[in-house]
């Protein structure tokens, strides 16, 4: 499986912004959909969303739809999650994570293994 390394988090006031990044460890990755996941305290990992190998198609999550932006850089094996306009509850450790599956499809994926993720905290 490739591997992934999360970075970006940190604090920030509501409605500010962030952007996290995940930088995978082999060119091959472009050839993979990429997503991102978030795991609030006490709650299960949720899909945030997916972006195609090509770049062309995207999924989101309901709740961050006009908020969030993936985008993905093959150049550099890199995805990225422009957050905008955030929430207290968006506060939660996002993660990366990569399959060779649409986009749709990975709400429904049982990855076998994780990276550290990143955190993010939104203050009130």
């Known amino acids: 499986q490739v591997q992934l390394t999360e970075s970006g988090g940190g604090l920030v006031q509501a409605g500010g912004s962030l952007r996290l990044s995940c930088a995978a460890s082999e060119r091959t990755v472009g050839t993979y959909t990429l997503a991102w996941f978030r795991q609030a305290p006490g709650k299960e990992r949720e899909f945030v969303a997916a972006?195609?190998?090509?770049?062309?198609?995207?999924y989101y999550e309901d709740s961050v739809k006009g908020r969030f932006t993936i985008s993905r850089e093959n150049a550099k094996n890199t995805v990225y999650l422009q957050m905008n306009s955030l929430k207290p509850e968006d506060t939660a450790v996002y993660y990366c994570?990569?399959?060779?599956?649409?986009?749709?499809?990975?709400?429904?994926?049982?990855?076998?293994?994780w990276g550290q993720g990143t955190q993010v905290t939104v203050s009130s």
């Open positions: 994570n990569a399959a060779r599956r649409s986009t749709r499809s990975f709400p429904k994926i049982d990855f076998p293994s």
């Open positions: 972006i195609s190998w090509s770049g062309d198609s995207t």
